[in-house]
């Protein structure tokens, strides 16, 4: 059975204080939970520490939105992984589409990045996904498919044990447009279906990678989106800046893996 995953995304938001008040209620509602999904918080680099802190004795972990790959050097402004280790991260997002547009991220550095969070131990959390334009061109399938290869290549198929991937179409992140769920889940089993192509010994481990959804997911529709066979969990932006609205995603995960355990 694949992991189930919540992860917020909290972006260039929330303070030391703010992230700090944050993380704290939401390790209040959580503590001594059972049977709860993967819930990871990813921070701005500044708010890591305090983030963890605040996380401290629940089931809660620890994403960092970004990383270089390389591990020191004359990289100004640049976070390394052995500097998230320290800090307590275990995740690591790798090739979301703001970085991919706004900062010049490319499948290479996407690659490199891979590469280097799986090196060091990292969970990555890989982002894929289509832009407006391509889909309106019919691209979806190539586009996610050719993302999927491209941070792939060269990773060993036991990778596919750790790592993450989600898809998060381009045009629905922030606007309030999901994704259709059905649609949703075709594209997530086509890029299940790259990832065991990519590399011969990959066809059996790819069915052990969770692939989650992100785009406008909210405590509305995500139900809807984790009741589908293939949507591991969410990648979740702006709803994972209130403590409710994330609780309530999180509550959805938790009714995903009580349906997936009594099917099992
Ligand atoms: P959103 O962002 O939930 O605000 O659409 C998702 C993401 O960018 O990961």
């Not at 289509?130 to 290549?153: G, H, I, K, M, Y």
């Not at 447009?177 to 192509?197: D, G, L, P, Q, Y």
Request: some cysteine; hydrophobic content about 40%.
């Amino acid at each position: 059975m694949r992991k189930t995953i919540i992860a917020g995304n909290w972006k260039m938001n929330n303070t030391r204080k703010e992230a700090r008040e944050l993380a704290s209620e939401l390790a209040k509602a959580l503590k001594g939970k059972s049977g709860l999904p993967e819930v990871v918080l990813c921070p701005p680099f500044t708010s890591l520490a305090d983030t963890a802190e605040a996380s401290k004795g629940t089931p809660v972990a620890i994403g960092a939105q970004n990383m270089d790959f390389h591990d020191s050097g004359a990289y100004t402004g640049e976070i390394s992984p052995p500097m998230l280790l320290e800090l307590g991260v275990t995740y690591v997002l790798i090739g979301h589409s703001e970085r991919r547009q706004l900062f010049a991220e490319t499948n290479q550095t996407v690659n490199l990045k891979l590469k280097a969070a799986l090196q060091h131990g990292l969970i990555p959390i890989v982002c894929v996904g289509e832009t407006l334009d391509e889909r309106e061109n019919n691209l979806t399938d190539a586009v996610v498919s050719r993302q999927t290869a491209a941070a792939f290549e060269g990773i060993e198929p036991d990778a596919l044990k750790t790592l993450v991937v989600a898809y998060e179409p381009v045009w629905a992140i922030g606007t309030g447009k999901v994704c259709e769920s059905a649609e949703a889940n075709r594209v997530i089993s086509i890029i299940r279906n790259t990832i065991a192509n990519y590399k011969p010994g990959a066809a059996n481990l790819a069915a052990q990678t969770p692939i989650l959804y992100g785009g406008s997911v909210n405590a509305k529709n995500s139900a809807e989106l984790l009741a589908q066979p293939e949507i591991d969990g969410g990648l979740v932006g702006g709803a994972s800046l209130k403590a409710d609205e994330f609780l309530s995603i999180i509550e959805a995960g938790q009714k995903r893996l009580a349906s997936l355990g009594a099917r099992a």
